[in-house]
Each structure stands twice: as C-alpha cells, then as structure tokens.
C-alpha cells in the first residue's frame, strides 16, 4: 500500500505563488510515476502535472505550461508542484497521486494511489 499526503494549499491572490507538497510512503516501489490533478466544484478531475520518480521526463498540461513546475525528490519520496503566476481559474481541489509504469500520464484511470487532496483558492 502506497500513503500520499498533500499539504501547501492555501489562499492567494491573482498573481502570486503557491508549492505544493505530497509526501509518498509504503511500498513506493509498486509506482513508476507521480502526478498533480485538480478538481473544480462541478468539474471533472483535470491533469495538471506528473514525473518520473528518475525526475526525467517531466509532463504538463497546455493550461499550466509555463506557470507551473513539478519536481520530485526521491530521497525524501517527496514530490512538489511550484505553481507562478496564479489565476482565478487554478482554484480548486488539487490531488496527489501514483501510477505504475503502464498506463496513460495524464489520464486519472491510470493512477492507483491517491491523496487527500488541498484546497487552492485563487483570488481576484
């Protein structure tokens, strides 16, 4: 069993910065990947970012391109995603998760592992 927990959400204006924390522990070694997805109130969960636990490649979607970054340290089994330049629309539940090797990056279905979740609130 693999345990993710997010922390770092928070409250922000339009414009500012916010990092993102998940810390990974258990069996680590069933997964090949981590992720960063979000959910909106009434919205599907949306991809955001992932990385290889190697730190290479690294993945983004075309609406954070640019703004946000994820990084990932395995020593500490921990990953981050830096997110610049914030928008109204970035405001939602952002998720944590692991995948396996197999299986789409950007697709949720792929992901077997899980967080809590942390709130971002972006304001105008």
């Known amino acids: 069993q693999v345990r993710l927990v997010e922390s770092g959400g928070g409250l922000v204006q339009a414009g500012g910065s916010l990092r993102l924390s998940c810390v990974a522990s258990g069996d680590t070694s069933k997964t090949f990947s981590m992720g960063w997805f979000r959910q909106a109130p009434g919205k599907e969960r949306e991809f955001v970012a992932a990385?290889?636990?190697?730190?290479?490649?690294?993945y983004s979607s075309d609406s954070v391109k640019g703004r946000f970054a994820i990084s990932i340290d395995s020593v500490s089994q921990t990953a981050y995603l830096q997110m610049s330049s914030l928008k109204p629309e970035d405001t939602a539940i952002y998720f944590c998760?692991?995948?396996?090797?197999?299986?789409?990056?950007?697709?949720?279905?792929?992901?077997?592992?899980w967080g809590q979740g942390t709130q971002v609130t972006v304001s105008l």
């Open positions: 998760a692991a995948k396996p090797f197999w299986g789409a990056i950007d697709s949720p279905a792929t992901y077997q592992y």
């Open positions: 990385i290889d636990w190697s730190g290479d490649p690294t």
